[in-house]
């Protein structure tokens, strides 16, 4: 098993490109099952999850094979296969996403409950109960859900909360349906606009992606395209808070800052110095001196959202950096049930965090000292890593395979940056 090393306290100074956005790369790729030509897509990162949902792809029969600038899918006639197996999606819960386009082409679909990083129930309910509003019959028996549908049909159906995944399943399924579709109640991400942007480029008709309501008009076939996957806002904001911690200066290229507002306004907030421009993000931390109060670092509650709102993605960053503030930080996690595994972790390099309920009250600035901490899911992973930057002594961060799923070279990147990080086994 994997680690990271890290010893600090070190500042990050310098540039970095991100990836192209895991949560926008995976429903792409299950898009291509829709398809019935070639689809090309570019920017893909270089991360387990990816890896996994090829593996899958081509068990339903889906050729993959190297572009000169992406990987081509060319998509099966029938599938191989109609089963997307647990050995494949245990490890992912994006590998639902499989569920709506398979139903949708091939009219059957037996897709493994999925599995990923535990930080909540996550049900797939609203996933299913759109399909059925759309026509499928379905069943749920020996932790598979089968699908099945001569062709689905144009309905109306609400989200009785907004899912970023039902949303995306019930987008591709909805494309090749018999008739209109109108999805209300939508998840705003702009992963999701993303998907449709490919999805129209395939020649589906989409109107309103990236708002609460999405209208599609459902096509017989759908041809190929070439699609680039947009920079992940994620890993770019991760960045950003790693300059924050440390007092440093980094360039973020890669990413919108369109797509990170509300991460940017609390670090202004908090006395960090944003500034947008060019094509990149560049966040001076307060140690130079280059803060917007030219003082101390001030973090301000968040309450996590769905997009436009503080992404749940980045609360765990948001937690490491609250360590440094210099007045208490109340943290409101209203997305997931279980996501402060990473705050006893935190706890043993020294900071003072105290879990009531769905809220973490992290009680000012802590002096950080190096541990051996272990990484619970993907962005605790990740949250660690920045906390031990900012720590005193060496921190040896455990089961990085979690981070691997979502985070493309990070220690290349973060010593680029200037950073004592080494990955050992």
């Not at 995944?165 to 019930?170: D, P, Q, Y």
């Not at 395209?225 to 200066?249: M, N, Q, S, V």
């Not at 973490?360 to 992973?381: I, K, N, P, Q, Y």
Request: a negative charge; aromatic letters at 4%.
């Amino acid at each position: 098993m994997e680690r990271f090393t890290i010893t600090g306290p070190t500042r990050l100074e310098g540039s970095v490109t991100v990836a192209g956005a895991k949560n926008a790369a995976l429903p792409a790729l299950a898009a291509t099952l829709l398809a019935e030509q070639p689809v090309v897509l570019e920017n893909l990162p270089q991360v387990r999850d990816i890896r996994t949902m090829v593996r899958l792809l081509q068990h339903l029969g889906v050729e993959a094979c190297e572009d000169r600038a992406g990987l081509e899918l060319q998509p099966a006639l029938r599938p191989v296969e109609n089963v997307a197996p647990y050995d494949l999606v245990k490890t992912m819960r994006a590998s639902v996403l499989v569920l709506g386009p398979s139903v949708a082409r091939w009219g059957r679909a037996r897709v493994s409950l999925p599995g990923g990083c535990a930080i909540g129930v996550r049900p797939i309910d609203q996933h299913l109960a759109g399909l059925e509003a759309l026509g499928a019959e379905l069943r749920i028996e020996h932790g598979y859900v089968t699908a099945r549908a001569k062709r689905l049909r144009g309905a109306r159906f609400r989200f009785s909360l907004p899912t970023v995944t039902g949303t995306e399943n019930l987008l591709m399924a909805a494309c090749l349906a018999d008739g209109v579709t109108r999805l209300s109640n939508c998840a705003r991400e702009p992963e999701i606009a993303d998907l449709a942007t490919l999805l129209a480029a395939m020649g589906a008709t989409i109107e309103g992606a990236g708002t609460e309501t999405i209208t599609i008009e459902g096509s017989p076939t759908l041809g190929g395209a070439r699609h680039a996957i947009p920079g992940d806002r994620i890993e770019a904001g991760t960045y950003l808070i790693g300059a924050a911690i440390t007092g440093g200066d980094v360039a973020v290229h890669g990413a919108r800052a369109q797509d990170l507002v509300a991460l940017l306004e609390v670090l202004r907030e908090s006395g960090v110095s944003i500034e947008s421009s060019g094509g990149a993000i560049r966040a001076r931390g307060i140690g130079d001196g280059e803060g917007e109060d030219g003082g101390a670092l001030h973090c301000p509650d968040v309450t996590t959202a769905p997009h436009p709102g503080f992404p749940t993605d980045l609360q765990a960053q948001f937690m490491a950096l609250a360590t440094q503030s210099e007045r208490p930080t109340t943290i409101h996690e209203a997305v997931f049930e279980n996501r402060f595994q990473h705050a006893a972790e935190l706890t043993r390099m020294g900071a003072r965090i105290r879990i009531e309920g769905s809220r973490a009250r992290v009680e000012g600035r802590s002096r950080l000292l190096g541990a051996h901490v272990m990484a619970t899911d993907l962005r605790a992973s990740a949250g660690l890593v920045l906390a031990a930057l900012c720590a005193q002594g060496e921190t040896v961060v455990d089961r990085i395979y979690h981070l691997d799923r979502g985070y493309e070279q990070m220690e290349s990147k973060l010593q680029h940056l200037g950073a004592r990080v080494e990955r050992t086994a």
